[in-house]
């Protein structure tokens, strides 16, 4: 296949670490200290966590301006938060000006192009738990992105309200998680939406910008939280995974007729006692397919999170659980968990946060070891991320375009925490930032892979993960002391793919499926 891609940007790295204090973009960083909370440095404000367990933010670059903007739910009525990236790790809040800050009790946000109209439009959910104000009950609410960058409420036109007799309005109600692919193939964005009630809402895309509840997958008893959609065993459909609490998960495969299938049982996917919570997808022993962690809170013996590596063959979905020998089924009460290259080694460490009420739990940072099977260190304390905040949401961007992933973590009865990463690694990066020319454009559900002499990395391209999170439509590389990415492949959605080859390191690629642009897309030729 003829070869694809964009050279979009270059961002220079990092000036080398010593010994004494350097400033940086948001704060000052010193050498043999990993992460810094620059949140008021960088412009973050005060944060107000929705009553409940936890709350979640969502990181895109919305105003498709190369920097990665935040938008951060609120509670209490308090206005939500839409922070724009300055281009130098600092942060404007903007709500207002874009008729964004609903007083709601929100408590998770994702933001999706629904209409396929190349601008990214924004899902924010609200609940009413624990609430006796009289607050507005639990209720979606969209805004579709204009093309004069104004957003419009579009709940009602897009089939999307909820009446107040409906299940997802009752009162009480906790909010599990929010995720969008394209299940069907046909270039639009599904959403599912999911409360810790027992209410899973699966919602088909039409096309036309409406939406058409295809499926509730409410079963009895079941409690959900974080639903993450992937193609696990490369079949090039979409499938489920839902972490519940108190009971099995669930793994719905896609059978490639508009249909699902659950297999959670069939595939050990584990077990009554576990009370699971947040996910993460990502290619942990770099073997070219999609394993996800599973976090898990603690409240006796036998509680553990779960590493699944993903066994499949297309079509077959096969997973082995290895938490307990890679070193990581032990991280607290796990609420939001995040795979990241924190050191730009070019393997996927993970970081995990955690607490409850009366439990001193320090956040946890599972450092790769290299090995495969995959085992990990726990290098929080030694790296910085060691907070004892009731941490929720935990999610990973490279917030000051530096070369690095940088954290974001919401906490319960605390802050919003912007944490920059200094990493005095030396290693190098590429970032990859996959676009469609129709239908699904920032390629949701899209697999980037590179491949570095002997070594090949992968990532995903998502619309939900951790607990209540998103992180960008972008791939993300380590790439330690390589200075020339050998190949670069994005296998599109529904089996495409496109590559390019003898890419230069430290530089953000824009690929496109069956474009060229060059020198930030001032010319264009279309590949035969």
Not at 115 to 122: I, S, T
Not at 242 to 258: C, I, P, S, T
Not at 422 to 450: D, Q
Request: aromatic share 10%.
């Amino acid at each position: 296949m003829a070869e694809s891609g964009t050279i979009f940007r270059i961002w220079p790295l990092k000036a080398i670490l010593t010994a004494i204090h350097i400033l940086i973009p948001g704060g000052y960083i010193s050498a043999g200290e990993e992460f810094v909370d620059v949140s008021a440095a960088s412009g973050i404000g005060e944060y107000i966590n929705a009553d409940g367990m936890n709350a979640g933010a969502a990181v895109a670059d919305f105003d498709g301006d190369g920097d990665l903007d935040i938008f951060v739910p609120n509670g209490h009525s308090t206005p939500d938060q839409l922070y724009r990236n300055q281009g130098n790790g600092q942060f404007d809040e903007v709500a207002s000006a874009f008729n964004l800050d609903s007083t709601r009790n929100s408590r998770a946000a994702l933001w999706f192009d629904y209409d396929a109209d190349a601008d990214l439009d924004l899902l924010v959910v609200a609940d009413d738990f624990q609430r006796s104000d009289g607050f507005a009950p639990s209720n979606l609410t969209l805004y579709r992105h204009n093309s004069d960058a104004t957003f419009t409420d579009v709940t009602v036109a897009s089939g999307l309200f909820r009446a107040l007799n409906d299940p997802i309005t009752n009162p009480d109600n906790h909010l599990g998680g929010v995720a969008a692919g394209d299940l069907d193939n046909d270039g639009y964005l599904e959403l599912l939406v999911t409360f810790w009630q027992g209410y899973a809402f699966l919602y088909r895309n039409n096309r036309d910008g409406t939406f058409t509840e295809a499926t509730a997958l409410t079963r009895p008893f079941e409690t959900y939280w974080q639903p993450v959609i992937a193609d696990f065993d490369r079949d090039g459909y979409q499938d489920l995974f839902l972490a519940v609490d108190f009971n099995q998960n669930l793994y719905f495969h896609n059978q490639r007729d508009g249909t699902l299938a659950e297999l959670g049982a069939s595939l050990s996917m584990q077990n009554d006692e576990q009370n699971d919570m947040g996910v993460s997808v990502g290619d942990v022993d770099n073997d070219g397919d999609l394993d996800f962690f599973v976090t898990n809170v603690f409240s006796g013996e036998n509680r553990r999170n779960h590493l699944y590596l993903n066994d499949s063959v297309p079509g077959v979905p096969l997973f082995s659980e290895t938490a307990v020998t890679s070193g990581v089924a032990d991280a607290g009460w796990g609420w939001g968990a995040t795979f990241a290259d924190f050191n730009n080694d070019t393997h996927l460490d993970l970081a995990v946060t955690n607490g409850f009420f009366g439990e001193d739990d320090a956040s946890r940072l599972f450092r790769h070891e290299g090995h495969n099977p995959p085992t990990f260190m726990d290098v929080a304390a030694q790296e910085n991320f060691d907070d004892t905040h009731w941490g929720g949401c935990l999610l990973s961007f490279d917030a000051d375009n530096d070369g690095d992933l940088d954290f974001l973590q919401t906490t319960v009865n605390g802050p919003l925490r912007l944490l920059a990463n200094s990493n005095n690694s030396g290693g190098g990066y590429l970032r990859v930032r996959p676009r469609m020319r129709e239908g699904n454009r920032f390629a949701v559900g899209a697999v980037v892979k590179i491949e570095v002499g002997s070594t090949v990395m992968t990532r995903p391209i998502s619309a939900g993960t951790s607990l209540l999170c998103q992180e960008p439509a972008e791939a993300f590389f380590g790439l330690g002391p390589a200075t020339v990415v050998d190949r670069i492949t994005v296998e599109w959605p529904g089996g495409r793919f496109s590559t390019l080859t003898q890419v230069p390191a430290n530089q953000t690629i824009v690929m496109t499926d069956g474009l060229i642009f060059n020198n930030g897309m001032e010319s264009i030729k279309r590949l035969q």
